[in-house]
């Protein structure tokens, strides 16, 4: 029998924000709950940590570098199916699922289906004008997004602000909700393939007042300092920030502002993790429970002030670094996974837990296997990375380079890009970088061979007014 897959994807998540990732300043007992019946994996890393690239790659198995998607303003091309790309809600599809996704997918257009038989939509938390499900049902109620200054204390706390909406209104609450009635309703003769989508606890950072109360700011870990490779993104970081989207102005980012924007995340986090307990009893009151598994991960991280920023974007660890717990309640038990994962390696992993065969496509490693001495690449319009289990090379467009010892140095404070002792590690890093960027390049120009260019005699190919067939299917 095929089993279900429940698919919680919250927005810009870093793991030790978790109790089961070693947070001990916030209560998160229904995803530590997971990770207690199921396999957390421990290092798991979003190639590009960008909200829209991240996303695309998940869907289609492919890096960024050959999908086309490197920064939140661009998307699939709409004709991939006819080259052969299928995204992991299409394949399941093919196989047998009824596949539906509720919460934010930011697909452009945001109601293309991409694969998803039902979608219920409630898009980004910034994207406020998008006339979605989430859109109607508070417009019925009276009620209507806010920018986040509309709300209080954005401006004076740095984009930490408090939602006064009611609590079924707030926006992962609704996806909670909307979730667990589609899941006490569901009544298909097929097995489901379901993403919840949640756009939180991505900024604005806006619990509402009470939920802060249950969380001791104190309590929490500081932030790492500005280095002089980090000090080189602030500008950048400070402009996207005035932009109409956030205006904000963080070119002021003080210990206390800081302190008080990972409060009000915690204050998300721990509403999120209600929101994951009442998924999860809804769909063991379906009777589904016993015959699914459950993924929890994100699709990126977010610094809360490590080193001076917010948001994401680059390849710092806070950025890239995501939770990944995997429960299949045919078999639960406990195990933690310390191998390197990429966020590409999930829609392999679909499959093989769909029963299907796998796809060229498909980039990533299935969370089956446990590949030695891997090495993730990552790309967006800022620059690349090359990251093993000890080290981490990252070039960007700016001019800035680093390469950091993440066993000696996790903080990544000691930028040692010039350490003749550390020379044949970055030109291994560099050859890799170099190899799997040729790869993606190969296949991201895949659609334009003209394989009958090698035709055996007779073919059109040799004869006047021949016309190519475009886009090409990929095998």
């Not at 030790?16 to 001990?24: I, S, V």
């Not at 998607?69 to 004709?79: E, G, S, T, Y």
């Not at 989207?245 to 998300?268: F, K, M, N, P």
Request: aromatic share 8%; glycine share 8%.
């Amino acid at each position: 029998m095929q089993p279900n897959i429940l698919f919680l994807l919250p927005d810009q998540l870093r793991p030790d924000f978790l109790g089961c990732y070693g947070a001990d300043f916030l209560q998160t007992s229904a995803i530590d709950g997971l990770a207690g019946r199921g396999v957390r994996y421990d290092t798991v890393i979003s190639p590009s940590p960008i909200c829209v690239p991240a996303r695309a790659s998940m869907l289609t198995g492919q890096s960024a570098a050959s999908n086309g998607v490197i920064d939140n303003i661009a998307w699939l091309r709409p004709d991939k199916g006819e080259m052969g790309i299928r995204t992991w809600p299409e394949r399941l599809a093919q196989g047998g699922y009824h596949t539906a996704a509720i919460g934010k997918m930011h697909f452009y257009p945001w109601d293309i289906s991409e694969g998803f038989e039902t979608r219920i939509i409630a898009e980004d938390k910034r994207h406020i004008h998008v006339e979605d499900d989430y859109h109607d049902w508070l417009r019925a109620r009276g009620l209507r997004r806010q920018h986040g200054n509309e709300q209080r204390g954005y401006q004076e706390n740095k984009g930490a602000s408090l939602n006064d909406l009611p609590d079924a209104a707030q926006v992962d609450r609704w996806v909670a909700n909307q979730t667990a009635d589609w899941l006490r309703n569901y009544g298909g003769d097929r097995p489901f393939a379901l993403m919840v989508g949640f756009p939180g606890p991505h900024c604005p950072y806006d619990p509402p007042e009470a939920a802060l109360a249950r969380i001791n700011a104190q309590n929490m870990p500081d932030p790492l300092p500005r280095t002089g490779e980090s000090v080189s993104h602030r500008d950048t970081f400070v402009a996207s920030y005035k932009r109409a989207w956030a205006d904000l102005d963080y070119s002021t980012l003080e210990r206390d502002e800081i302190r008080r924007i990972r409060h009000h995340y915690a204050a998300l986090v721990e509403r999120l993790d209600e929101d994951v307990a009442t998924i999860l009893a809804a769909l063991e009151l379906s009777g589904q429970l016993d015959n699914t598994i459950v993924v929890f991960a994100s699709d990126h991280g977010d610094y809360l002030g490590d080193y001076g920023l917010v948001g994401k974007t680059y390849f710092h660890e806070p950025a890239i670094r995501v939770p990944l717990i995997v429960t299949d309640f045919r078999a639960p038990g406990a195990a933690t996974d310390t191998v390197p994962r990429s966020l590409l390696d999930l829609f392999p992993s679909f499959l093989e837990w769909g029963g299907l065969d796998p796809v060229t496509q498909a980039q990533g490693t299935a969370l089956s296997e446990a590949p030695s001495g891997r090495v993730i690449t990552g790309m967006t319009t800022h620059g690349v990375m090359a990251r093993s289990a000890t080290h981490k090379l990252m070039r960007y467009r700016n001019g800035t380079q680093a390469l950091f010892d993440l066993v000696n140095d996790p903080g990544e404070l000691d930028n040692r890009i010039s350490d003749l002792a550390l020379s044949e590690i970055r030109d291994t890093l560099e050859l890799e970088l170099a190899r799997q960027l040729i790869e993606d390049t190969i296949a991201g120009h895949a659609d334009k061979k003209v394989p009958a260019a090698q035709a055996s005699v007779p073919h059109g190919f040799f004869g006047r007014d021949w016309r190519r067939p475009y886009p090409v299917i990929q095998r």
